[in-house]
Structure formats: C-alpha cells, structure tokens
C-alpha cells in the first residue's frame, strides 16, 4: 500500500501533511511526499490565485502513477488550485482522491463536489484506516472523520475524539526517502539535494540572510478562543475540553536531536505554537534546561502577550531564544471585544517592556491584523498610537484579516451582510495585499523607524481626520503594491546574487 501525500503549500514545512506521512509509515503503510513549494521569491501578491503550470501538473500525474490513494493537503485560499489539480489527477488516474485540512474539515460539502472523499478533524487515524481499507477492497462511506458521496446523497460521519496523548503520534516525516519538490528553474520535481534543502530551510520568519530554520509544533489546540481563527471553528467541531494538549519535553528534544543530526546546516530552531509560553513555568524550565544542553541553537516562538512572563523568558533566552513574535492584533478595546481578545494594551506594554529587558539579544515582532470591515478610522488609529509607544529595534507585520469560513468573525459578518462575494473576498484573497487605508500606511512608517515626532503629527486629531479621508484609499493602495513589487524585485536579485 502506498498512498501520496500532496502539500501544495508555499513552504515545504506542513506539519499536518508530515505528521501524517510519519503516522502512516510508523504503521507500515508507504507513503510518497511531493511539496509545491514557494522556493524563490518570499513575497507574491497573488500568491494563491496563479494556476499551476502543465509541467506541474504532469509530474504529480507522473508521480502517482503507482500509488493507490492520493491526499491533497488544503486551506481555503488554496481551493480553485486543489479543484485543478484534482480534475488533472482524475483523467490520468483511477485511484481515489481524499482532501483534508482546515478548509475540507470546516465544508466538506463543498470539497466532496469535487475529491472522491475528505478527512474532517485529526487526520491521523482516519487516513490510516482508510488507507488499510482501500487496500482490502473494504466500503469506506462508514469510517469516522469522513465524508463521501454516493447515489443517496452526501453522508458526513462523526469525527473521532482528538489524539491527547501527542508523544504517541511519530515526529514530522523529514527523513522519507520519497521526497519530491518541484524545482520552478528545471520545471520538474526532483529529489532535493543539499543545496535545494538549504534553499527549502532558508525561508524563515525573520528572513535573514545565512538563516536555515527548522519548524516544528509542540502543542495542539490553542488556550484562546479568537473570533477570526480556524481555532473558533476547530472548537465548535471538537468543543474546549481536551482541544489544547503538549507533547512532552523529552519528546520535543528527542525530535530536534534527530534533526540535528539528518539536517546539520540548520541553524535557528522555529517552534510555530499558537503560543508557545502558554506552558506552566515548569515546563517552561525544564525545556529551556534541556534545549541548552543538547541542542543549544538560536530558537523563536510565538506568544500572546499574557503569557510573557520573566520566570519564563529568562530560561528562554539564556537557552537561545532570541526572536519572539507577539500577536497584538489591535489596540482598540473595542476591536479586541470583537475578536474575542482580553488582552489590553497595558498587558502589551508590559510584554514589550519585558522583551526589551533584554536588549539586542531578543527581537520582537509584533502582529497586526488590519482591514476588518468593523473597524473604524479611529480604532485604526488606536492601533497605531499603542506601536508608537514600543521600544525599537521591533518589527510590526500586518496581516489582512480574512474571514475565513467556520470561524465565528465569518459567521457574524455573513449574518451582518457584510461578504459581498466569498471568491474574490476570501477564497482568492492574499492575506498579506492589504486595502488602502490611512491606518495601514502609518503603521509602515512606524515599522521603517518613522521619527516620533513625525508620527505625533500625522497621528493628530485634525491631520488623521483629513488624511483618513476614503478618497485617497486607492493612493494609499498604490503605495502597497509599488513597495510590494520593490520586495519581489529585491527578493529576486537576492536570488540569483546568492
């Protein structure tokens, strides 16, 4: 039995396709990987929407020649490219095609238009058993966690309860020697090599030159519950008992002494928890105790601001952890109501005060979600204002808000009359191609260092009110996409320099 495992993604990190992959083999079942990634230019506008090319679509055809189940990683924006590549699949193939992931998992109606089945939830077991079933020849319709399609009608089974004990689920598959990559200068999959690996692992959060990252994911679930994450949808499948569970710490560092030794160029450690600190201190400890000791590279995490602790940072960053990313999001109460968020922005400034404790050794970067259709000028510029009051060197990174389907931000503004056209506003949106907005713009040139005083001007009553004006949207627009064509532009040179 050997099934193909398709991560379209733009990095070829896919925790969920790989801990897939690793489950099924460690139960002795073949799989083959085969990663679309994004190998050459770090930022595209209209990364989600290009179609793949014929050499792309030949070679996975090639590829799954010889397997007997095809599953097709996906998130929402990835949609109109998975129902390409699956209708290419079907008229070179006659095995099944199963869809998974968050998008699958949240409107597997939709999906079964278009794959033959489709994983809702924790995949692990569902493909396995049905991995094992396809290849006895058993009836599928019946498996929890599936939904399929025949005469009668669409049939959508039950989920099976989450995995809690995570240590029993094998590491990522980064050691399969059936690893294929689509290489966009040969225009076919290879097998990487070293220096294709070093590209791969070269992608990192903090793009800096000479970094070669490895990610991984210690938890499952998330402590919060925020109105405009795929975790508000996850929640009401699942519900909170049990949502959020850890592996143990001798599991994570057993983990990263394999890596160690497979990958011996990385040199940064990336932990892409929810929020990694939501750990006790204990544990907090007890891991920093260990990383030190046996693997001892430059680490990053994400965090919340309420999690931000000195009893946890301390051991943190005398272990290496040197770049954290803080999720903000805004800094309007009101806003913050909205997403369902407590955090306010006193606890940010304090968060902020406790990273900067630490000088040049730990590097903020604070996240931004703009462009919510509730949000007003003023709760725009309340966000602003609370950047302003950070201590540089930071980073801010501003993220479009998407409502994707499931979460509850999407359930209210549907009710509310606020999506116009689902495709063009969530299914074919980059979330990084923001709207052109005063706001936005402001928090650019808090982001390039913009002097104090310069931003008290144009942060002030009267200017912002005539600056925030919706007629000079579309020049504030334009400003985005010319910085964001200079980024491709130096992104490309960058490439071909190095």
Same mark, same amino acid.
């Given at each position: 039995?050997?099934?193909a495992?398709?991560?379209?993604?733009?990095?070829?990190f896919s925790?969920?396709?790989r801990? $897939?992959s690793?489950? !099924?083999?460690?139960?002795g079942v073949e799989t083959?990987?085969i990663?679309?990634?994004? !190998?050459?230019?770090?930022r595209?506008?209209?990364?989600?929407?290009?179609p793949?090319?014929?050499?792309?679509?030949?070679?996975v055809?090639r590829?799954?020649?010889?397997v007997?189940?095809?599953a097709?990683?996906l998130?929402?924006?990835?949609f109109?490219?998975a $129902?390409q590549? +699956?209708?290419?699949?079907k008229?070179h193939?006659?095995?099944p095609?199963v869809?998974g992931?968050?998008h699958?998992?949240?409107r &597997? =109606?939709?999906?079964?238009e278009?794959a033959? %089945?489709v994983?809702?939830?924790?995949?692990?077991?569902?493909?396995?058993? !049905?991995?094992?079933?396809? #290849?006895?020849?058993?009836?599928v319709?019946g498996l929890?966690?599936?939904c399929?399609?025949n005469s009668?009608?669409?049939?959508?089974n039950p989920?099976r &309860?989450l $995995?809690q004990e995570?240590?029993s689920?094998?590491? &990522?598959?980064?050691?399969?020697p059936?690893y294929?990559?689509?290489?966009p200068?040969?225009?076919?999959f290879v097998v990487?090599d070293?220096?294709?690996?070093m590209r !791969?692992?070269?992608?990192g959060?903090?793009h800096t030159?000479g970094?070669?990252n490895?990610?991984?994911?210690?938890?499952?679930?998330?402590?919060?519950?925020?109105?405009?994450c795929?975790n508000?949808?996850l929640?009401?499948?699942y519900?909170?008992?049990?949502y959020?569970?850890r592996r143990?710490v001798?599991?994570?560092?057993?983990e990263?002494v394999?890596v160690?030794?497979q990958?011996?160029?990385?040199?940064r450690?990336?932990f /892409?928890?929810d929020?990694? %600190?939501?750990?006790? *201190?204990? =544990?907090i400890?007890?891991f920093?105790g260990?990383?030190?000791?046996?693997i001892?590279? &430059?680490?990053f995490?994400?965090?919340s601001?309420?999690n931000i *602790?000195p009893e946890?940072l301390?051991?943190?960053?005398?272990?290496?952890?040197? #770049?954290?990313?803080v999720g903000?999001?805004?800094g309007?109460?009101?806003?913050n109501? $909205?997403y369902?968020? +407590?955090?306010?922005n006193?606890?940010?400034?304090?968060a902020?005060?406790?990273i900067?404790?630490y000088g040049?050794?730990?590097?903020?970067?604070y996240?931004?979600i703009?462009?919510?259709?509730y949000?007003?000028?003023s709760?725009?510029?309340?966000?602003?204002?609370l950047l302003m009051?950070?201590k540089k060197p930071f980073?801010?990174?501003?993220? @479009?808000l998407t409502? /994707?389907?499931?979460? =509850?931000?999407y359930?209210?503004? @549907?009710?509310?009359?606020?999506?116009k056209d689902e +495709?063009?506003?969530?299914?074919?949106k980059?979330y990084?191609e923001?709207e052109?907005?005063?706001? *936005?713009?402001?928090?650019?040139?808090?982001?390039r260092?913009?002097?104090?005083?310069?931003?008290?001007?144009? +942060?002030s009553?009267y200017?912002?009110?005539l %600056?925030?004006s919706?007629?000079l949207?579309?020049?504030?627009?334009?400003l985005?996409?010319?910085?964001?064509k200079?980024?491709?532009?130096?992104?490309?040179i960058?490439?071909?320099s190095?």
């Amino acid at each position: 039995m050997r099934v193909a495992l398709i991560s379209p993604y733009s990095d070829i990190f896919s925790p969920g396709v790989r801990s $897939i992959s690793a489950y !099924l083999r460690a139960n002795g079942v073949e799989t083959r990987l085969i990663c679309f990634p994004n !190998l050459y230019v770090q930022r595209v506008l209209q990364e989600f929407l290009e179609p793949y090319s014929p050499e792309l679509l030949d070679g996975v055809a090639r590829l799954c020649q010889d397997v007997d189940l095809v599953a097709i990683s996906l998130m929402t924006n990835l949609f109109e490219r998975a $129902i390409q590549l +699956t209708s290419y699949l079907k008229e070179h193939l006659s095995v099944p095609i199963v869809w998974g992931g968050i998008h699958p998992t949240i409107r &597997p =109606e939709e999906c079964i238009e278009h794959a033959d %089945l489709v994983v809702m939830g924790e995949g692990e077991g569902a493909i396995l058993e !049905l991995a094992v079933r396809v #290849a006895n020849g058993y009836p599928v319709d019946g498996l929890e966690n599936i939904c399929s399609r025949n005469s009668n009608g669409i049939r959508k089974n039950p989920v099976r &309860p989450l $995995i809690q004990e995570l240590d029993s689920i094998p590491p &990522p598959d980064f050691d399969n020697p059936d690893y294929h990559v689509f290489d966009p200068e040969s225009r076919k999959f290879v097998v990487p090599d070293l220096k294709m690996m070093m590209r !791969l692992h070269g992608k990192g959060p903090l793009h800096t030159k000479g970094e070669l990252n490895y990610q991984t994911i210690t938890t499952r679930g998330c402590p919060f519950n925020c109105a405009y994450c795929g975790n508000s949808a996850l929640i009401k499948l699942y519900g909170r008992k049990g949502y959020l569970r850890r592996r143990s710490v001798d599991n994570i560092i057993s983990e990263l002494v394999t890596v160690k030794g497979q990958m011996d160029f990385i040199n940064r450690v990336c932990f /892409f928890d929810d929020s990694f %600190l939501a750990g006790s *201190t204990k =544990e907090i400890e007890e891991f920093a105790g260990k990383y030190k000791a046996k693997i001892g590279l &430059p680490l990053f995490c994400l965090s919340s601001p309420s999690n931000i *602790t000195p009893e946890k940072l301390d051991p943190l960053v005398d272990a290496g952890l040197t #770049a954290i990313q803080v999720g903000i999001q805004t800094g309007s109460d009101r806003i913050n109501s $909205i997403y369902n968020r +407590t955090v306010k922005n006193e606890a940010v400034l304090k968060a902020a005060k406790l990273i900067n404790h630490y000088g040049d050794r730990l590097l903020p970067l604070y996240d931004v979600i703009v462009d919510n259709p509730y949000e007003s000028p003023s709760d725009g510029l309340e966000t602003v204002k609370l950047l302003m009051q950070l201590k540089k060197p930071f980073t801010v990174q501003v993220f @479009s808000l998407t409502l /994707f389907p499931g979460t =509850e931000l999407y359930d209210r503004a @549907s009710k509310d009359g606020l999506i116009k056209d689902e +495709t063009k506003e969530i299914y074919d949106k980059f979330y990084m191609e923001r709207e052109g907005k005063y706001s *936005t713009l402001l928090m650019a040139l808090v982001n390039r260092g913009a002097p104090k005083s310069l931003m008290k001007f144009l +942060t002030s009553k009267y200017v912002a009110r005539l %600056l925030s004006s919706s007629w000079l949207g579309p020049i504030y627009k334009l400003l985005y996409i010319i910085n964001e064509k200079l980024s491709i532009a130096r992104d490309r040179i960058a490439h071909r320099s190095g």
